[in-house]
């Protein structure tokens, strides 16, 4: 069992940025691939970006692509999303998650644990 705790959201006026971050319980947080997803209220929960076990391999969905940027510090069991040029549209509760498969995935049935999630809400 992989316990995670998000942190950082919060509320904040178009064009800010956030960093969210999502540190990880156990010993084997170095071969997980590690996801960010993202639901609105009234929508599906939806994936914003994904890091491989090594940190060398990143994927991003198109609407937060050059905005958003994830990362890792495998050292601090911590994934991290910087979140820049914030619009209104990206308010959702954000969610850490873990795959065990260690590479990099969209669809939220390949993640195995999910943290609580952090809202983040944006102002126009």
């Known amino acids: 069992q992989v316990q995670l705790v998000e942190s950082g959201g919060g509320l904040v006026q178009a064009g800010d940025s956030l960093r969210l971050s999502c540190a990880a319980s156990?010993?084997?947080?170095?071969?997980?691939?590690m996801g960010w997803f993202r639901q609105a209220p009234g929508k599906e929960r939806e994936f914003v970006a994904a890091?491989?076990?090594?940190?060398?391999?990143?994927i991003y969905s198109d609407s937060v692509k050059g905005r958003f940027t994830i990362s890792r510090e495998n050292a601090k069991n911590t994934v991290y999303l910087q979140m820049n040029s914030l619009k209104p549209e990206d308010t959702a509760v954000y969610y850490c998650a873990v795959t065990k498969g260690g590479s990099v995935y969209r669809k939220v049935l390949s993640y195995d644990y999910w943290g609580q999630g952090t809202q983040v809400t944006v102002s126009s």
């Open positions: 890091i491989s076990r090594s940190g060398n391999n990143t």
């Open positions: 156990g010993r084997a947080f170095s071969t997980y691939g």
